[in-house]
């Protein structure tokens, strides 16, 4: 348990699921744009949140902005 606990304080649950928030705002923006002005101005959304994952596993270099 120790070493789970000195990972969760490095990571700031706050910050890590403030985060996650910002993230799923910014992809519902995409979600309505693609209703309305479309892939153009989605995918650059997309994208951008893409980045905080581009060092994991199954990130593919084409995703980058």
């Not at 070493?3 to 910002?22: G, K, N, S, W």
């Amino acid at each position: 348990a120790g070493l789970y606990a000195a990972h969760i304080v490095r990571q700031d649950p706050r910050a890590a699921l403030a985060r996650c928030e910002a993230h799923t705002a910014l992809l519902d923006l995409a979600e309505d744009a693609l209703q309305g002005v479309g892939y153009a101005y989605a995918a650059p959304i997309v994208k951008a949140v893409g980045l905080a994952y581009r060092h994991s596993p199954g990130y593919r270099p084409e995703w980058k902005p």
